[in-house]
């Protein structure tokens, strides 16, 4: 069983203030994407990393896969209340070619 | 708009009393999947289909079942519910099962007294 274990699980911070959440494997994947899931909606994909070492950047959030291909990390600058909501990784490759989701991380941006 | 629609949003019902949740998507997806999500254990996948009549059991495929007579439509089925699948439950659909991107559903909140 491929595992995917998010870090930390709770985070609440003032708006301004930047942050980073991990999402760390002892397996390898072909690629790794990243969603979002506010309240009482289904998640949405944020970005698809696929290269070892591969930075992607979406506005105010940068993407990272590790060269290994084993971990990823989301960093958010300057956060804001909109970017609250439950942020999940999900490793797709390995042994079992299916999507497997980290437990997510709930990001909390108070005004 | 591309979406996958997911009915109904919320629904209470009765020990054994059998329910289906419709998912239905627009997108011509061939992969589409059945997930529960529980505080403290994340998404977890229940059923899968890569085609029409071709499905398979996930993680956490006790309780449920599937059907995939349409490219377009993959309803979950309870025949006997039990208060252990209240849950929040996600269809989601993909153009394959290669990791290409999810589309979720809005959600199905069932509780099961």
């Known amino acids: 069983t491929q595992l995917l274990e998010q870090s930390p699980q709770f985070l609440s911070i003032q708006e301004g203030e930047n942050l980073t959440v991990y999402c760390n494997s002892s397996?390898?994947?072909?690629?790794l994407q990243w969603y979002r899931q506010e309240p009482g909606e289904g998640p949405v994909l944020l970005v698809t990393?696929?290269?070892?070492?591969e930075v992607k950047k979406l506005k105010r959030l940068t993407f990272q896969f590790g060269d290994a291909r084993k971990d990823s990390s989301l960093h958010i600058t300057a956060a804001q209340p909109g970017d609250t909501g439950l942020y999940l990784c999900?490793?797709?490759?390995?042994?079992?070619?299916?999507?497997?989701f980290g437990k997510g991380t709930l990001l909390t941006v108070n005004p | 708009e591309a979406q996958v629609t997911q009915n109904p949003r919320y629904l209470i019902t009765v020990t054994g009393k059998k329910l289906t949740v419709t998912c239905s998507q627009n997108?011509?997806?061939?992969?589409m999947s059945w997930y529960r999500q529980d505080p403290g254990l994340g998404l977890r996948q229940i059923y899968y289909?890569?085609?029409?009549?071709?499905?398979d059991k996930g993680d956490v495929p006790e309780g449920y079942k599937v059907s995939r007579k349409e490219k377009r439509n993959f309803p979950l089925i309870l025949e006997s519910p039990s208060p252990n699948q209240t849950s929040l439950y996600f269809c989601?659909?993909?153009?394959?099962?290669?990791?290409?991107?999810?589309?979720f559903g809005q959600g199905t909140r069932l509780t099961v007294v």
């Open positions: 989601a659909s993909s153009l394959s099962d290669r990791g290409t991107e999810a589309f």
């Open positions: 397996s390898v994947f072909s690629s």
């Open positions: 990393v696929v290269t070892g070492g």
């Open positions: 999900a490793g797709f490759g390995g042994s079992n070619y299916k999507l497997t």
């Open positions: 997108m011509n997806h061939e992969y």
């Open positions: 289909s890569m085609n029409v009549e071709v499905t």
